[in-house]
């Protein structure tokens, strides 16, 4: 299984600006993303499976993956692409046997030998970060694109940076060895989601234009 990790959205539920995971969703696919995390919280299962559902219809349209942050039951469920999993979530050996070979899925890492250890298990690509200052991930350090040069290095997975990008700093990302960069403020947050997601893809060419290497440069699964 071949996707472009190059522009990945995560979801969010923002009430204060009437916008849910399929709200956001819909304006990241019309702006150009090429993949969905959808990152749900607190939701009863049946409800969360509902709005995969939703969002995996999209997608599916859209010919880009969907991937499901740490339920692995929902991501069966759903048939959704793929699964992404932190240290303290399932095991991707143990997510492997659920989901088959077929699946991606991802791991999060903050250093270098957490990336190799991910890849030894058999992740799919390892998101590394977060890369700088974010609200979502607050009085957390930003590990620098020192770490995204460090893992790119030592893996031989696509490498997605995450945690604070934006439109001036995703050239960076890319520069230091990323393959592709993971939003969510960027986008859920924007005004215009739409318009924020084109700005980002637009930055995002323009640096893999620069850099001359995709996503698939590594061997994405």
């Given at each position: 299984m071949s996707f472009d990790l190059g522009l990945y959205v995560i979801t969010a539920s923002i009430p204060e600006?009437?916008?849910d995971h399929y709200d956001v969703a819909a304006a990241a696919i019309e702006g150009g993303a090429t993949a969905i995390q959808l990152r749900i919280k607190k939701r009863a299962m049946g409800e969360a499976l509902?709005?995969?559902?939703?969002?995996?219809?999209?997608?599916?349209?859209?010919?880009?993956?969907?991937?499901?942050?740490?339920?692995?039951?929902?991501?069966?469920?759903?048939?959704?692409?793929?699964?992404?999993?932190?240290?303290?979530?399932?095991?991707?050996?143990?997510?492997?046997?659920?989901?088959?070979?077929?699946?991606?899925?991802g791991r999060s890492a903050k250093k270098h030998v957490e990336a190799i250890r991910a890849e030894q298990e058999g992740a799919s690509y390892v998101g590394v970060g977060p890369v700088f200052a974010t609200e979502n991930k607050p009085g957390e350090p930003p590990v620098g694109t020192a770490s995204l040069i460090k893992v790119g290095a030592v893996v031989g997975v696509p490498v997605v940076a995450i945690g604070g990008i934006n439109a001036g700093n995703i050239a960076q990302c890319i520069e230091s060895g990323?393959?592709?960069?993971?939003?969510?403020?960027?986008?859920?947050?924007?005004?215009?989601?739409?318009?924020?997601?084109?700005?980002?893809?637009?930055?995002?060419?323009?640096?893999?234009?620069?850099?001359?290497?995709?996503v698939g440069a590594r061997g994405g699964k």
């Open positions: 600006l009437g916008r509902k709005i995969a559902n939703a969002i995996h219809e999209l997608t599916q349209e859209a010919g880009i993956p969907l991937i499901i942050n740490d339920h692995v039951g929902i991501a069966m469920a759903s048939k959704a692409e793929g699964l992404h999993v932190g240290p303290d979530d399932i095991s991707i050996p143990s997510a492997r046997r659920m989901l088959g070979a077929g699946v991606m899925i990323a393959d592709g960069v993971a939003v969510i403020g960027a986008v859920a947050m924007a005004d215009d989601m739409v318009a924020a997601t084109a700005t980002l893809r637009n930055a995002l060419d323009r640096a893999r234009g620069k850099s001359r290497r995709g």
